[in-house]
């Protein structure tokens, strides 16, 4: 293959596959949700959630830290986000292209690659931001009193705080993405390597093992009956 051409076959590729493991996460995470880690955070968050809303005057204060230490982690990656974006600005005039290796060539102009790059971490940066707004919004409800028999509110707030946690899981997706374009600039070989290796790595932290799916929902089920027992005593 000519090397001009490499980067109009590779780069498509390499984004290709990244975005078909994602459209297969967002599947399962859908239809089948104890497949995947984000699901199951999701239900220990639900669950997490009405264990803290059954006794808000005794376990506020650790439900609120709990939230703002993940509004500490939503923060720093904003602000690495915003950071790196910044930085990309500043050197956007440069139009230098490295030939450490083959295929990386200006065909494409080193403006689109640097547009690429910025554009995202800036959508790792709004990702973040909107993160820390669900994690703000939810340290507020979870220490409101719940009246008896309300679990539509507790189902409300865990809402609120897994809306909170996939903003997250966004931002982190759009480094991961960043990253992989940020090795664009040495060339599309080493930036479809890159996809392909992300996407390898990604499968395995990203799906469950049928041993954890059972151990959760064993222990989902014991504690849901006993945590809305105790919901019942404490509203």
């Known amino acids: 293959m000519e090397e001009r051409y490499l980067d109009y076959?590779?780069?498509p590729l390499?984004?290709?596959?990244?975005?078909?493991?994602?459209?297969?996460?967002?599947?399962?995470?859908?239809?089948?949700?104890?497949r995947t880690v984000i699901g199951l955070n999701a239900q220990s968050r639900h669950q997490w959630v009405l264990s803290m809303m059954t006794d808000p005057l005794k376990n506020g204060v650790l439900?609120?830290?709990?939230?703002?230490?993940?509004?500490?982690?939503?923060?720093?990656l904003a602000t690495t986000a915003i950071t790196l974006s910044s930085l990309i600005g500043?050197?956007?005039?440069?139009?230098?292209?490295?030939k450490l290796v083959?295929?990386?060539t200006t065909s494409l102009g080193s403006s689109i690659k640097q547009l690429a790059i910025s554009t995202g971490f800036l959508l790792a940066f709004l990702c973040n931001v909107q993160s820390i707004r669900y994690y703000a919004q939810a340290s507020f409800l979870i220490t409101a009193p719940v009246l008896k028999g309300k679990t539509d509110f507790i189902a409300y707030v865990a809402k609120t705080l897994n809306?909170?946690?996939?903003?997250?899981?966004?931002?982190l997706r759009a480094f991961y993405l960043s990253f992989t374009l940020v090795l664009w600039i040495y060339g599309p070989i080493p930036m479809v390597a890159c996809c392909f290796f992300t996407?390898?790595?990604?499968?395995?932290?990203?799906?469950?093992?049928?041993?954890?799916?059972?151990?959760?929902?064993k222990s989902f089920r014991e504690r849901e009956t006993d945590d809305m027992e105790s919901a019942e005593l404490y509203q």
Not at 90 to 98: D, G, H, K, V
Not at 199 to 217: A, E, N, P, S
């Open 9 to 11: 076959v590779l780069v």
């Open 14 to 34: 390499g984004l290709l596959v990244l975005v078909i493991y994602h459209i297969w996460l967002l599947y399962h995470i859908l239809r089948n949700p104890s």
């Open 63 to 76: 439900a609120v830290q709990t939230i703002r230490n993940n509004i500490m982690a939503s923060t720093l």
């Open 90 to 98: 500043i050197f956007s005039s440069s139009n230098s292209a490295s």
């Open 102 to 104: 083959y295929g990386n």
């Open 163 to 171: 809306r909170g946690s996939y903003s997250w899981s966004l931002g």
């Open 199 to 217: 996407t390898f790595v990604l499968y395995f932290l990203d799906t469950t093992t049928q041993m954890t799916r059972d151990l959760h929902t």
